[in-house]
């Protein structure tokens, strides 16, 4: 069993800078791709970015490439992701995700309880 725990939401103006953390239970940490998720009011939870264990291989949406960027500290069993450039269509909750296996396209094993993220225009 995975605890995730997010940190790091809050409300921002447009063009404005937020960085998420999640921070994970057990000695495992390194043994999971993870990934972060997000969810508007009245759409379906959609994948942001994602991470291989070591953190050499990334993935991301194409609606935040060059503007986010995930990162993680496995000494720490934390993951990060830096938000740059925000736009009010970036407002939603964010879910932190360990995935099946150490690879980007594995599916979501453990979900954080998320934290949300407002971007005022």
């Known amino acids: 069993q995975v605890r995730l725990v997010e940190s790091g939401g809050g409300l921002v103006q447009a063009g404005g800078s937020l960085r998420l953390s999640c921070a994970a239970s057990?000695?495992?940490?390194?043994?999971?791709?993870m990934a972060w998720f997000r969810q508007a009011p009245g759409k379906e939870r959609e994948s942001v970015a994602r991470?291989?264990?070591?953190?050499?291989?990334?993935d991301y949406a194409d609606a935040v490439k060059g503007r986010f960027t995930i990162s993680r500290d496995n000494a720490k069993n934390t993951m990060y992701l830096q938000m740059n450039s925000l736009k009010p269509e970036d407002t939603a909750v964010y879910y932190c995700?360990?995935?099946?296996?150490?690879?980007?396209?594995?599916?979501?094993?453990?979900w954080g309880q998320g934290t949300q993220v407002t971007v005022s225009s």
């Open positions: 991470i291989n264990w070591s953190g050499d291989s990334t």
């Open positions: 995700a360990a995935l099946r296996g150490v690879w980007v396209q594995g599916s979501v094993r453990y």
């Open positions: 057990g000695r495992t940490f390194d043994s999971y791709a």
